[in-house]
């Protein structure tokens, strides 16, 4: 479980990856055994925060819950943003540009 907790981590922070014209103005992360934070900004407006955190550990129902959100400017030069929570319950995304079921 330690290693899935790990791997999810720095898969989201490759993903979070600025563009190579970008700079990050800002990094932080924090991994350990049964939970891991991270925060990432650009100098071109990207932003990315997550969470996540082992719950029922040892037991049948153990998952990991993950929360955070990240924002963008568009091509339009709106600044997009969502909100996220990952959990047994699937991704569940919220934002006011995403449609709601």
């Known amino acids: ?14 993903a979070a990856r600025p563009n190579r014209d970008a ?12 939970n891991y934070n991270y925060n990432v900004e650009t100098s071109d407006g990207k932003s ?12 049948e129902e153990e998952a ?18 969502v909100n996220y929570i990952a959990d047994k319950n699937g991704f569940q995304p919220q934002g006011a540009h995403i449609p709601v079921a």
Not at 48 to 59: K, N, Y
Not at 64 to 81: A, E, N, Q
């Open 48 to 59: 990315v925060a997550e969470e996540g955190h082992v719950e029922d550990l040892g037991t």
């Open 1 to 14: 479980m330690k290693f899935v907790i790990v791997l999810v981590a720095l898969f989201a922070l490759a």
């Open 23 to 34: 700079e990050t103005l800002r990094y932080d992360s924090n991994v350990e055994p049964e």
């Open 64 to 81: 990991i819950v993950v929360k955070g959100s990240y924002s963008y400017i568009g091509d339009d030069g709106v600044t997009y943003s």
